[in-house]
């Protein structure tokens, strides 16, 4: 075998077996925020970083990334947690084609912390085998806005 073709032929071994090839479009941080964006919200600045996945002795254990944003809308709580709620294909009234899209391996909880504060406070945690992403929603009885936190957390 001639030798680039030894190198051919091992570069797409290496790709297959990494399941990541270098051709892959690359990880952005609008591209991870995009999905979760709240129609017309405002955003107060996003980050995305090295997530520094170690375990106990301090070693990486695999490549991750870290993001977060906080986004603001005039819209009420009830009105943002009925949009994700669509998006996540939970709404009551979704349609069978929307809840036929739910992802395999995918795991949702949301909770509502809400009771006896004087301000709303909910969470929605969405799960799957190698990203975590939280939504904090949440509006203070006098306040204008209702505020989005968002975090993301992805394997490589």
């Known amino acids: 075998m001639h030798r680039p073709t030894t190198l051919l032929l091992l570069t ?22 995009s ?36 986004m603001k809308t005039n819209d009420s709580v009830e009105k943002v947690i009925a949009f994700y709620k669509e998006k996540l294909g939970l709404a009551e009234d979704a349609d069978s084609k929307k809840q036929t899209e739910r992802k395999e391996g995918r795991s949702v909880l949301i909770s509502d912390e809400s009771d ?16 975590s992403t939280t939504l904090i929603i949440s509006r203070g009885a006098s306040e204008k806005q209702t505020h989005i936190i968002w975090k993301h957390y992805a394997r490589l």
């Open 12 to 33: 797409v071994i290496a790709c297959s077996l990494s399941h990541r090839c270098v051709a892959d479009e690359p990880v952005t941080l609008m591209g991870k925020l």
């Open 116 to 131: 006896g504060r004087p301000f709303a406070l909910h969470t929605i945690l969405v799960n799957t085998a190698s990203t």
């Open 35 to 70: 999905p979760w964006m709240y129609p017309k919200a405002s955003m107060g600045g996003a980050q995305m970083s090295d997530a520094a996945t170690i375990d106990g002795a301090g070693n990486r254990t695999v490549p991750s990334i870290a993001c977060k944003t906080t």
